[in-house]
């Protein structure tokens, strides 16, 4: 895909953060969070100006026949906010010989999966290759035969990376932010040498990025509307919705992959 090839050699700025997530993941969110945290809460107030896609664009996504480095290149912002999906091998090059910040976000692999299956709905280019129920997904979702791949091989190239460079890499997990999001931001802001805010300012940025607020500002016509990219946003929503065989089938292929590294362990 012309789109893939664009971001991988995609040039960036020195003071660009890129936010690194497999789909269905918390990207949105963290995006939305990156946007106050970087350009300020203000922004996130105004849903009918928001446009998600010039603040922080989605560089292999084309959207009205634009890709995301397009928007990217096009934007005046000093420290641009990156977002991609891609795997290691073909992820923007950059990111590996320039050292640049890279927030990396993970959410267990029950949760993704039931997002994606919602995705594969409602996504305009994607419901063509939706699956008759949830349970021909989730084999679907187990062999990687999906958009961007197997979940469990693009996390553990990734982890290496991460873990081989921290001084560049941030990993953080989504149920992490939803137990508590004030220490996560604090992590965030240390890690992009941000000037702390105050507890107020937190907790605005934590009412501004709700599912509700995301929602209002990203379903509208100069975002992504129609596409269902807000879910729920819940964790652990797989406990009531899982069929009990997979839960089985996914947890042990997290053990056969990661053993008993910490990383995932919450995701068992």
Not at 3 to 21: M, W
Not at 117 to 129: D, E, I, S, T, V
Not at 188 to 212: C, G, H, K, W, Y
């Amino acid at each position: 895909m012309q789109s893939v090839l664009a971001t991988k050699n995609f040039q960036r700025r020195p003071d660009d953060i890129y936010v690194t997530a497999y789909p269905r993941s918390g990207s949105n969110w963290t995006q939305n969070i990156l946007i106050g945290l970087v350009y300020g809460v203000d922004v996130l107030t105004d849903a009918q100006t928001f446009d998600i896609n010039l603040l922080s664009p989605y560089l292999e996504l084309v959207l009205n026949g634009v890709t995301g480095c397009e928007l990217a290149d096009r934007s005046s912002k000093r420290q641009r906010l990156l977002k991609h999906h891609l795997p290691v091998h073909i992820a923007p090059t950059e990111i590996f010989s320039r050292g640049r910040k890279n927030v990396l976000v993970f959410r267990d692999p029950k949760d993704a999966a039931l997002s994606y299956y919602k995705l594969y709905q409602l996504g305009p280019n994607l419901r063509k290759h939706q699956s008759p129920n949830l349970e021909h997904f989730l084999d679907r979702f187990l062999k990687g035969r999906l958009n961007y791949g197997n979940w469990w091989d693009w996390h553990k190239h990734w982890i290496l990376y991460g873990r081989a460079n921290p001084d560049t890499n941030l990993m953080i997990h989504y149920e992490d932010l939803k137990e508590d999001f004030a220490k996560e931001i604090r992590r965030l802001e240390s890690f992009l040498n941000l000037s702390p805010m105050t507890s107020e300012t937190i907790d605005r940025l934590q009412a501004l990025t709700s599912v509700e607020s995301m929602r209002e500002r990203l379903d509208t016509e100069k975002n992504y509307k129609g596409m269902g990219v807000v879910n729920k946003g819940e964790a652990n929503r797989w406990k009531t919705e899982f069929p009990p065989e997979y839960v089985e089938k996914f947890d042990a292929l997290t053990r056969e992959t990661f053993g008993d590294d910490d990383i995932v362990a919450k995701f068992i």
